[in-house]
């Protein structure tokens, strides 16, 4: 039965960790979701958890849950700050969401380490340096 379920493939979504300057002139990186589709993506839920080892001891990070409801074509929403801290674990974001009333999901892993200024990109729409994972 499982085998008769082919569920779309997910492409034009990109997940991106980016430095940023706040209030206070200091850097801050953030995550963000970019929907690099010409459709709208409705009840975008993305959870996000990072998980490893920090000292030769496992670490898991809370879970959190963000509902972004509506993402329109050609555009990205900001869905958490990051903190360095936790770059030397893998930090994973899986994504839900209907396009046309399909249903699709994915995971998106920034494994450890991975979230270095050597990894930077342009991110898309966004358009500064980043990290980035489509």
Do not use: C
Request: glycine residues 6%; aromatic residues 10%; negative net charge.
């Amino acid at each position: 039965m499982k085998k008769d379920i082919n569920p779309p493939a997910v492409k034009d979504i990109a997940m991106a960790v980016v430095p940023e300057l706040n209030e206070l002139n200091e850097t801050v990186y953030n995550v963000y979701f970019i929907n690099l589709k010409d459709d709208d993506l409705e009840g975008v839920l993305v959870s996000s958890r990072g998980y490893g080892e920090i000292k030769g001891e496992k670490v898991n990070t809370s879970e959190l849950r963000h509902f972004l409801d509506v993402v329109p074509a050609k555009s990205y929403r900001k869905i958490e700050p990051i903190i360095e801290d936790v770059f030397v674990l893998s930090n994973q974001y899986w994504v839900s969401f209907y396009e046309n009333k399909v249903m699709s999901d994915k995971k998106y892993v920034f494994v450890a380490g991975s979230i270095d200024q050597k990894n930077f990109t342009d991110v898309p729409l966004i358009g500064i340096p980043g990290v980035v994972i489509s």
